[in-house]
């Protein structure tokens, strides 16, 4: 078996909306308020890693939809990217989302949902590990 490295390289990937409502629920922040790069060193400071990349990934609404939520985002996007962090975005997609109400009743909503970046079946399935390390 091969040794520990002396020094372990980490790249870090953020999922920004998955972040913010964390962070949301966790501690109350209404707005995404973190630094992607001081999160990312730290992550990697506690655990005595060397950052050598850091990654993030959100969704960002449409202007038409969202022209607030829209601008922060390509404010905050350009930011990180300028800090030397790799990111990358996507349009949201709207969808109706039916809620319960208490009582009973239904209300339905547009919501933005992240797409996500898909991986196509043809892709995973050329990626695949043939061994299968079930024990028997």
């Not at 020094?7 to 953020?14: D, E, L, S, W």
């Not at 969202?66 to 997609?93: C, E, T, Y």
């Not at 319960?100 to 079946?121: C, N, Q, S, Y």
Request: glycine letters at 6%; hydrophobic letters at 40%.
């Amino acid at each position: 078996m091969p040794a520990e490295p002396s020094i372990k390289r980490a790249a870090v990937f953020i999922d920004g909306q998955n972040l913010f409502h964390s962070v949301r629920a966790a501690f109350g922040y209404t707005y995404p308020n973190y630094d992607v790069l001081a999160l990312s060193r730290s992550l990697c400071a506690a655990a005595d890693w060397t950052l050598i990349q850091a990654r993030f990934y959100t969704g960002i609404p449409d202007a038409v939809d969202d022209a607030h939520w829209h601008a922060f985002w390509l404010a905050k996007l350009a930011a990180i990217g300028r800090q030397g962090v790799s990111v990358f975005s996507r349009p949201l997609r709207y969808r109706n989302k039916t809620i319960r109400l208490p009582g009973g009743t239904t209300h339905t909503i547009l919501t933005g949902e992240e797409k996500g970046v898909d991986v196509r079946r043809a892709t995973y399935d050329t990626c695949l590990d043939r061994r299968d390390y079930r024990r028997a």
